[in-house]
């Protein structure tokens, strides 16, 4: 089983629709979760931590589920600018250089 | 203002080949990070690199080295080139930092390196 897991997609969504997609990660001991944003040919930028207790950035939620070990990306009223691929990162600290995990990461492509 | 730069951008090189690849972040973190993402889009860290402390990923080959001649600085030399070292190799900082084993906390990444080899 693969450490960090994403449905790569893509997933073709219309303009201010909501989209929400999942990472599941193998490891229990995994302490801090983050989602990053790559758009074709740049480099990952942070998007947002996702804590415990789930956190809301605008148009964007984060939700953790530890019991089940995924954590979930929500995008409401979706804009054409959310087009990218979103990266799911799973961390363990004092786990090295090893400790911090990317996933292959989610296609999306939001259409007019 | 470029938080975290690297140069070149773009590199093809002939197998065999030595090249580096120069990485410089004007954030003052405290650790930073050589990343290779290859062409299947996969993300995989190389090194983490903390007050002088180097944290190597066990499945980096010994071509690659990292080295650092300051704190705002990271460099990758990679020897002996291999058309599998293709790939897009970007370099990190986070501020965190810790005794022993780097906090691996919010990466701030590069532009990238487009590495092609021959």
């Known amino acids: 089983r693969k450490e960090v897991e994403q449905d790569p997609g893509p997933f073709n969504v219309p303009e201010g629709a909501t989209v929400a997609f999942n990472c599941t990660y193998s490891?229990?001991?995994?302490?801090?979760f983050f989602w990053y944003r790559q758009d074709c040919r740049k480099e990952p930028k942070l998007l947002m931590s996702?804590?415990?207790s789930g956190n809301e950035d605008g148009r964007f939620t984060a939700q953790l589920n530890r019991a089940s070990q995924y954590i979930s990306l929500l995008i409401r009223d979706s804009k054409l600018s959310d087009s990218a691929t979103y990266l799911c990162?799973?961390?363990?600290?004092?786990?090295?250089?090893?400790?911090?995990?990317f996933g292959k990461g989610t296609h999306l492509i939001i259409q007019p | 203002d470029t938080a975290v730069s690297q140069t070149p951008k773009y590199l093809v090189t002939q197998m065999g080949n030595d090249k580096s690849i120069k990485c410089e972040q004007n954030?003052?973190?405290?650790?930073m990070y050589w990343y290779k993402q290859d062409s299947k889009k996969f993300l995989k860290i190389m090194f983490s690199?903390?007050?002088?402390?180097?944290?190597i990923n066990e499945t980096v080959p010994n071509r690659f080295s990292p080295k650092s001649p300051d704190k705002a600085h990271l460099n990758l030399h990679i020897n002996s080139l291999e058309l599998g070292d293709s790939a897009v190799y970007f370099c990190?900082?986070?501020?965190?930092?810790?005794?022993?084993?780097?906090?691996?906390?919010?990466?701030?990444f590069g532009p990238g390196t487009r590495l092609t080899v021959l």
């Open positions: 990162v799973v961390n363990v600290v004092g786990g090295g250089a090893d400790g911090l995990t």
């Open positions: 490891n229990s001991a995994s302490q801090s």
């Open positions: 996702v804590y415990s």
């Open positions: 954030l003052g973190h405290d650790t």
């Open positions: 990190a900082s986070s501020p965190g930092h810790a005794e022993g084993l780097a906090i691996l906390d919010t990466q701030y």
């Open positions: 690199y903390n007050n002088k402390e180097l944290i």
